[in-house]
């Protein structure tokens, strides 16, 4: 680097002019000033530019829009499948009802039917052993029994559960136990007075009781098929 004009001539100056006589009687020399140097040019250092402050905010504003949007497809999506899974539930829930309600009202009819089966099976035999009857002493138990076995079955017939359905066919065969059991009365009644007119009356009434029970054993039987 060259040294300006100014400095030169301060420095030749300074070179040249004589020594000055000290108060202690030494020469002293003249004191070289040193040549000032200038300094380095630093490097310009270009200032960093700053991240805008909006930046962040608006980052930070995607990134919540995005949640917000996952989120909420994700909310709507489980909504969705809550709802099917209700309704789904729901229509379960009514075919288990249904069914619930059909297998007791089938238990109801069954029970009902096993009841009619047996009582009827115990009468239907004492009826025959009456008709197959040709002395005092066979006619006298057969009856007896006939009069036990259609009390047994009118008491059994009406503490039962009668299913709605079978209502009517529940009603006529009370009329006609009532009526078996009448008849079956009168026939006995007859036999122990020695009446034959009234045994014959009997005897008929017993047969169209006994018929009007194997109508209502086959109205039964068309309900439960």
């Not at 020695?194 to 009997?202: A, C, Q, S, T």
Request: proline letters at 4%.
């Amino acid at each position: 680097m060259s040294i300006s004009p100014e400095l030169a001539y301060v420095a030749a100056v300074a070179i040249t002019e004589a020594p000055v006589e000290p108060t202690n009687g030494h020469v002293a020399e003249l004191a070289t000033l040193p040549i000032p140097v200038a300094p380095a040019p630093q490097p310009e250092v270009k200032a960093k530019r700053g991240r805008p402050t909006w930046l962040a905010s608006a980052s930070v504003g995607v990134v919540a829009l995005f949640a917000t949007g996952t989120l909420g497809y994700t909310s709507y999506t489980a909504s969705q499948q809550r709802d099917a899974t209700q309704r789904q539930l729901a229509a379960t829930q009514a075919t288990l009802t249904a069914a619930q309600a059909d297998a007791a009202k089938r238990k109801l009819t069954a029970d009902y039917v096993t009841l009619y089966t047996a009582d009827s099976g115990k009468v239907q035999l004492d009826y025959q052993n009456f008709v197959a009857c040709n002395n005092f002493g066979s006619c006298r138990t057969s009856s007896q029994d006939l009069l036990n076995d259609l009390q047994a079955f009118q008491s059994d017939r009406k503490t039962a559960k009668v299913p709605s359905d079978l209502a009517g066919v529940d009603a006529d065969l009370g009329d006609a136990l009532s009526a078996a059991i009448a008849a079956t009365q009168q026939v006995i009644s007859a036999m122990d007075s020695d009446d034959l007119n009234k045994f014959k009356d009997g005897e008929r009434k017993v047969d169209a009781a006994m018929l009007n029970i194997a109508k209502a054993q086959v109205a039964l039987g068309n309900h439960v098929k």
